[in-house]
């Protein structure tokens, strides 16, 4: 299982990210803020940087949007957790990875 250990404001809608699996990277968010209603808080970036590690952890804003730690990871690292199977359906695996996020 990937999780967070920490999390770092780097600019506009990036966010530099520690893993469990001790590798780090950098998510840009603009996309995923940009696409969901739920998260369309974010788009001021005053809101945005006010992210804070949930009880899993991953990323979550007061709003109620959070996006799985799982997702986090492929978009930093630029590849799946080891335990995940996809689908060759682009969509299937980001409802996948999105699953636990409010929108």
Request: net charge negative; glycine share 4%; with cysteine.
């Amino acid at each position: 299982m990937i999780n967070i250990q920490e999390a770092k404001y780097d600019g506009d809608y990036r966010i530099w990210l520690k893993f469990s699996s001790g590798e780090e990277g950098i998510v840009d968010l603009a996309d995923i803020v940009a696409k969901y209603p739920a998260a369309r808080p974010l788009l001021d970036t005053e809101v945005f940087k006010q992210f804070f590690l949930d009880e899993w952890p991953t990323l979550a804003w007061s709003c109620g949007f959070d996006l799985a730690p799982e997702r986090l990871y492929e978009l930093a690292t630029g590849k799946a957790p080891a335990w995940i199977q996809y689908t060759d359906d682009k969509m299937d695996r980001e409802t996948d990875l999105m699953s636990d996020s409010c929108f």
